[in-house]
């Protein structure tokens, strides 16, 4: 199983970024997606999420409103919208899949992407 992270980049602060991950997963269908993110000196921290068949969605907090996750199972992509990037959006973000139920905890995903840069500068 293999997670491909794509579309990171350095942006300014109000700019837009799409960032996409491709899975070489054989039943892409059967796993929740999600999205967490990594900034210098701090955990890993949740991001978003997106059920099996898309209808379902998390969002943290500060992602509410500016982010939107999407998924495309015949393509086997996950794609996480970012507007109105802020400083703070700074981070190394990873795609992660996970069968079964829907979390917002890094430790229950079973697969993980290698990560793709973003930089917001102000």
């Known amino acids: 199983v293999q997670l491909q992270a794509s579309g990171g980049g350095s942006v300014q602060a109000g700019d837009s970024l799409r960032l996409s991950c491709t899975a070489s997963i054989r039943a892409f269908s059967n796993y929740n997606m999600g999205w967490f993110r990594r900034a210098p000196g701090q955990q890993r921290e949740f991001v978003a999420a997106i059920s099996w068949n898309g209808h379902t969605k998390f969002y943290q907090d500060s992602a509410k409103g500016r982010f939107t996750v999407s998924r495309d199972n015949q393509k086997k992509t996950v794609d996480l919208q970012m507007n109105s990037l802020k400083p703070e959006d700074t981070a190394v973000y990873y795609c992660?899949?996970?069968?079964?139920?829907?979390?917002?905890?890094?430790?229950?995903?079973?697969?993980w992407g290698q990560g793709t840069q973003v930089t917001v500068s102000s």
């Open positions: 992660a899949a996970r069968r079964f139920s829907m979390s917002k905890a890094d430790y229950d995903y079973d697969y």
